[in-house]
T-cell receptor, first 112, second 110 residues
Framework: DTAVSQTPKYLVTQMGNDKSIKCEQN?????MYWYKQDSKKFLKIMFS???????INETVPNRFSPKSPDKAHLNLHINSLELGDSAVYFC???????????FGDGTRLSIL | KQEVTQIPAALSVPEGENLVLNCSFT??????LQWFRQDPGKGLTSLLL?????REQTSGRLNASLDKSSGRSTLYIAASQPGDSATYLC?????????FGKGTRLSVIA
């Protein structure tokens, strides 16, 4: 069983489109995260949710909107996609902020 | 602002060698430090987590140490194997969100 699963694995789309990435964890964790890994492989946190509540919102354009319908899901919606949004987006979860994080395999987003 | 630096950026060693990866951080007010492994095209796998009150953690051939006062951590890999080839990332949790280093890309040659 996959602990943290993201869909889709690959996403290729045109500039200006709106797209969503879904994330689900079956670990019973309370905290979920979205990270962005750029072309230089640098990993940076975007958002963190605890029990469906937003607790971390880094300096991310408001075109990015996370949504947590329940504590097992944290989806990421991106409006008006730009070339600079091309990256790998990782979802992760942990029981608390002080426990190890478990990562999904990533969603590779390419903007044409 | 927390900054995490990993040295070296890349490392190539023959199979069987013991090796050390280094991580340094600028703000010692941390909750914990984690070491991750990332394989190409995959997500991150948590290897070891050291709480701020701990000095080291061990798992199999891996040993991670933490010196909070000097802002340093090391990941020691004993008897390296080709299967250890991956990128190793250090990340620090504190008052700021989890901050990652840029990683050390390790190649273990058979």
């Amino acid at each position: 069983d996959t602990a943290v699963s993201q869909t889709p694995k690959y996403l290729v789309t045109q500039m200006g489109n709106d797209k969503s990435i879904k994330c689900e964890q079956n670990l019973g964790h309370d905290t979920m995260y979205w990270y962005k890994q750029d072309s230089k492989k640098f990993l940076k946190i975007m958002f963190s949710y605890n029990n469906k509540e937003l607790i971390i919102n880094e300096t991310v354009p408001n075109r990015f909107s996370p949504k947590s319908p329940d504590k097992a899901h944290l989806n990421l919606h991106i409006n008006s996609l730009e070339l600079g949004d091309s990256a790998v987006y990782f979802c992760a979860s942990s029981q608390t902020v002080n426990q190890p994080q478990h990562f999904g395999d990533g969603t590779r987003l390419s903007i044409l | 602002k927390q900054e995490v630096t990993q040295i070296p950026a890349a490392l190539s060693v023959p199979e069987g060698e013991n090796l050390v990866l280094n991580c340094s951080f600028t703000d010692s007010a941390i909750y914990n430090l984690q070491w991750f492994r990332q394989d190409p095209g995959k997500g991150l796998t948590s290897l070891l987590l050291i709480q701020s009150s701990q000095r080291e953690q061990t798992s199999g051939r891996l040993n991670a140490s933490l010196d909070k006062s000097s802002g340093r951590s090391t990941l020691y890999i004993a008897a390296s194997q080709p299967g250890d080839s991956a990128t190793y990332l250090c990340a620090v949790a504190g008052n700021t969100p989890l901050v990652f280093g840029k990683g050390t890309r390790l190649s273990v040659i058979a």
